[in-house]
């Protein structure tokens, strides 16, 4: 089917190029002359004005859009529905709070526009591993999207199945996305991922600054250990219960940079780790774990440990984060 992308950066620029290389026909926009013409290279057609993007969409329509979340996500979103008709709709597929969601949909409504929420996981590796996607909306409009979220989707590929799976008949989350719910419920999924991820992360850190700081002068000397981080890390990707793509990611960083010497520690939030805990407050659930982890990113930009660095090796493997000063 053909379908639009607004932002053609480091997600949406892949994501685009995965739906063209699933039989989809794609129409990008962006500000950026560069990205536009590659993609028109790629084979899909590029646009530098949101009214020429939607001119060149054939009605009902459909815009995923992949920019920052917040104003920058408003403003396109209003931009787009000004231009479009009854019927179109506009998929949000950045890290957007579930409750803009909801107010979005609210004010599109009335003119009959659709909204979608699809809170989408895979980052830059997305291209040829697929997205896993959180999808919120009306049945009957996810149900019109679905050849765009199996091809963005990573498929069942080898993972082998669940014990059991066999007796859950239908649904699409082995193939790599899901119907949540209503709107909201996508990204609400999403932001909870994220913040598992945290706590996931925070824990790998941990963990291999406890074994990098074995060689410390407080220990008996007999007690001293000068572990090889590479080799653990591979090891643990063998077999081991803590086994995950996190830790390859980290085992890939281990063995670029034993040292890590490149990061400085200065590890960023991008927002849905803060909602997630929030979510946690509001509804009185304990959440030890994870708002922790949250606030050693926080302390991460006065004072660096190795765990710090570890944190920021896997964001720049998993999403391409560049660190940015403390202040930044």
């Known amino acids: 089917m053909q379908i639009g992308m607004v932002g053609l950066g480091r997600m949406g620029g892949n994501m685009a190029r995965r739906l063209m290389r699933g039989g989809h026909e794609v129409v990008g926009y962006a500000t950026d002359a560069r990205a536009v013409q590659e993609l028109a290279r790629d084979g899909g057609a590029g646009t530098m004005t949101l009214d020429e993007f939607v001119k060149m969409l054939r009605p009902p329509r459909v815009a995923w859009v992949m920019v920052p979340a917040g104003a920058v996500t408003d403003q396109v979103v209003d931009d787009l529905a000004a231009r479009m008709d009854r019927g179109d709709t506009i998929v949000d597929g950045g890290n957007s709070l579930f409750k803009d969601d909801v107010r979005r949909a609210r004010a599109l409504a009335p003119r009959g526009i659709h909204y979608v929420d699809a809170g989408t996981s895979g980052g830059?590796?997305?291209l040829e591993r697929g997205y896993c996607?959180?999808?919120g909306g009306e049945p009957e409009v996810i149900a019109r999207l679905a050849p765009v979220f199996a091809t963005l989707a990573p498929g069942r590929g080898t993972i082998p199945r669940t014990p059991g799976r066999e007796r859950v008949s239908g649904g699409t989350a082995e193939d790599g996305w899901l119907h949540c719910g209503p709107v909201g419920a996508g990204h609400f999924v999403k932001m909870v991922h994220n913040g598992i991820e945290y706590g996931l992360m925070q824990a790998y850190a941990e963990g291999f600054d406890i074994l990098k700081s074995a060689t410390s002068p407080s220990m008996p000397e007999d007690q001293r250990y000068a572990f090889d981080l590479r080799e653990i890390a591979e090891l643990w990707r063998r077999g081991s219960v803590v086994s995950s793509w996190l830790l390859d990611l980290t085992a890939q960083a281990l063995l670029e940079q034993p040292a890590l010497a490149k990061y400085t520690g200065v590890v960023q939030d991008s927002g849905e780790g803060r909602w997630t805990?929030?979510?946690?407050?509001?509804?009185?659930v304990p959440a030890d774990v994870l708002a922790a982890s949250l606030?050693?990113?926080f302390r991460s930009r006065q004072e660096h440990t190795f765990a710090e660095k570890v944190l920021s090796a896997m964001r720049e493997k998993f999403g391409g984060h560049v660190e940015r000063?403390?202040?930044g």
């Open 295 to 297: 606030f050693v990113r």
């Open 277 to 284: 805990i929030q979510q946690a407050v509001d509804t009185g």
């Open 124 to 126: 830059v590796w997305g």
């Open 325 to 327: 000063p403390a202040g």
């Open 133 to 135: 996607l959180m999808v």
